[in-house]
């Protein structure tokens, strides 16, 4: 964060090789496994500037920016939760505010869950898998003008996957909130999200949940 008593905030991020921000867990039992792997925001740029003055929050990515969860839980009952509150948030407040992210390399935030119900003396009982994930905010909050400007040129990808396996009764939920959120708010002047997209882009969730189990035998 970047808080500017008297003039101007400016932050200016690069990244030209590797940025990687993860959290694991993993949980294995006879009985009940639970793993829960959060990240509740990963990259954070702020920038405050005084009233008539220019705050702006800059973010160039050149290489790879790995942002990612996963949760994994085996036992009679396996429960896995894997959370990304917000892998980015860039906030700028000032006379005139500005955010600007730029991608030309490889940005994949990720949460991963996956949740197993062990069959063996004693039958599985449950597996419950949660994936979310919240992409990239961009919050512009100015008096005279506000501006939010996001290009990617490569690649881009918000996914939550979750997997839940085993014999037993079986969930998975995967939720992807927001791959780009921008929001704008000028008092006296003009507001506005700029959006260019020329590579690939993509926001995927997916929830698969099987069991193993074979039906009852049929009454008679």
């Given at each position: 964060m970047v808080?500017?008593?008297?003039g101007?905030?400016?932050i200016a991020a690069?990244n030209?090789?590797?940025?990687?921000v993860?959290a694991v867990?993993?949980a294995?039992a006879?009985?009940?496994?639970?793993?829960?792997a959060?990240i509740v925001q990963?990259i954070?740029d702020?920038?405050?500037a005084?009233?008539?003055?220019?705050?702006s929050?800059a973010?160039?990515?050149?290489g790879t920016?790995?942002?990612g969860a996963l949760a994994?839980a085996s036992?009679?009952?396996?429960?896995?939760?894997a959370?990304?509150g917000t892998a980015?948030d860039?906030i700028?407040?000032g006379?005139?505010?500005?955010?600007?992210?730029?991608?030309?390399?490889?940005?994949?935030?990720?949460?991963?869950?996956?949740a197993?119900?062990v069959d063996?003396?004693?039958?599985a009982?449950?597996?419950v898998a949660?994936a979310?994930v919240?992409g990239l905010?961009?919050?512009?909050?100015?008096t005279?003008?506000a501006?939010?400007?996001y290009?990617?040129?490569?690649?881009?990808?918000?996914?939550?996957?979750?997997?839940?396996t085993g014999?037993a009764?079986?969930?998975?939920?995967a939720?992807?909130s927001?791959?780009?959120?921008?929001?704008?708010?000028?008092n006296a002047?003009?507001?506005?999200?700029?959006?260019t997209?020329?590579?690939?882009?993509v926001?995927?969730?997916?929830?698969?949940a099987?069991?193993?189990r074979?039906p009852?035998?049929?009454?008679?």
């Amino acid at each position: 964060m970047v808080a500017a008593a008297n003039g101007d905030a400016f932050i200016a991020a690069t990244n030209a090789g590797g940025l990687a921000v993860n959290a694991v867990a993993h949980a294995d039992a006879e009985t009940f496994a639970n793993a829960n792997a959060l990240i509740v925001q990963a990259i954070r740029d702020v920038a405050v500037a005084t009233a008539g003055a220019i705050a702006s929050a800059a973010f160039t990515n050149a290489g790879t920016l790995d942002v990612g969860a996963l949760a994994s839980a085996s036992g009679k009952s396996g429960h896995a939760v894997a959370t990304i509150g917000t892998a980015m948030d860039q906030i700028a407040v000032g006379g005139t505010a500005v955010n600007n992210f730029a991608n030309s390399g490889t940005v994949s935030f990720h949460a991963t869950a996956n949740a197993h119900g062990v069959d063996d003396i004693v039958p599985a009982v449950l597996a419950v898998a949660s994936a979310s994930v919240d992409g990239l905010h961009q919050t512009a909050v100015g008096t005279t003008a506000a501006t939010n400007n996001y290009s990617n040129a490569a690649t881009f990808s918000v996914v939550a996957s979750a997997n839940a396996t085993g014999a037993a009764v079986n969930h998975a939920y995967a939720t992807v909130s927001d791959v780009v959120n921008q929001q704008a708010v000028a008092n006296a002047g003009d507001a506005t999200n700029n959006l260019t997209n020329t590579g690939s882009l993509v926001g995927l969730a997916t929830a698969n949940a099987t069991a193993a189990r074979p039906p009852l035998p049929s009454r008679m």
